[in-house]
């Protein structure tokens, strides 16, 4: 692989409170895609805007970031929700940072879902399809960040929905090639973060919690901003990749257009 996506949840913070280190101004420089928190699990109005501008100046696509209704746990508690709610959920929360990107000119790159909306997208036929089949209806031509080999990446694959697969640097993967879902992210080295993700690009191949090497195929690489230690493993994994040639972009679609205003 000599190019790849790197993408970071950006915007996770609410009001006057930030969510992990507070250094997404840093962030940003060292990535291609930004996930904006939009308003569920995090995030308010004010700070998407100040997000999206951020993203704008540095040429950062602009994706939204929806999650559970749930500020308290940040998304990372599953909640019992239909099909339908859900997609609606997600709809309402994309429709809100895409109004605020075309006020500054720009349209959304991608959506992704948050945290343990994520995981049962990955996992559950029914939402899946029924978030995926309205997004066919808002924007077919829409990038969706999803899991390789899940659920979501199969319907929207079948669907025509366009996918942009997912590693992850900061998550363990087990032998079934699904990432360790984990509430609370321990301290980790940014040496071996960066060779993690470098060895997945060149071989192909992560070590998993069982210790084996499994197959892994990917677009872009996440890495999230609530890792501690977040912007120096960034720095990290940006310089390792650069040095083994990987260049870093949004390769699988042109920048966002402007927006009719």
Request: net charge negative.
């Amino acid at each position: 692989m000599q190019t790849v996506d790197l993408n970071s949840d950006m915007g996770e913070g609410f009001g006057p409170w930030l969510i992990g280190d507070g250094v997404d101004h840093e962030l940003m420089a060292f990535i291609s895609s930004a996930n904006v928190a939009t308003g569920f699990h995090a995030g308010d109005p004010s700070t998407m805007r100040s997000t999206i501008e951020r993203a704008k100046a540095l040429g950062v696509g602009v994706g939204a970031h929806p999650g559970f209704r749930d500020l308290v746990g940040f998304g990372r508690r599953h909640i019992n929700a239909s099909a339908q709610e859900i997609a609606d959920d997600i709809l309402y929360q994309l429709g809100a940072l895409r109004e605020l990107a075309r006020a500054q000119g720009i349209e959304l790159s991608h959506v992704k879902p948050h945290g343990a909306l994520y995981m049962h997208l990955a996992r559950d036929e029914v939402a899946a399809r029924a978030v995926v089949e309205h997004l066919q209806r808002v924007d077919p031509a829409l990038p969706l960040f999803c899991m390789p080999g899940s659920v979501i990446w199969r319907v929207a694959t079948e669907l025509g929905q366009p996918t942009v697969r997912e590693f992850y640097a900061d998550r363990d993967y087990d032998n079934t090639g699904s990432i360790v879902f984990t509430r609370k992210t321990r301290p980790l080295d940014p040496d071996e973060v960066a060779a993690k993700v470098v060895r997945a690009c060149l071989e192909g191949v992560v070590r998993t919690v069982e210790g084996q090497d499994v197959a892994i195929d990917f677009d872009s690489i996440c890495l999230h901003s609530d890792t501690p230690g977040a912007l120096p493993i960034m720095q990290k994994t940006h310089e390792a990749l650069l040095k083994a040639g990987v260049s870093i972009c949004r390769h699988w679609a042109t920048p966002p257009k402007p927006s009719a205003r």
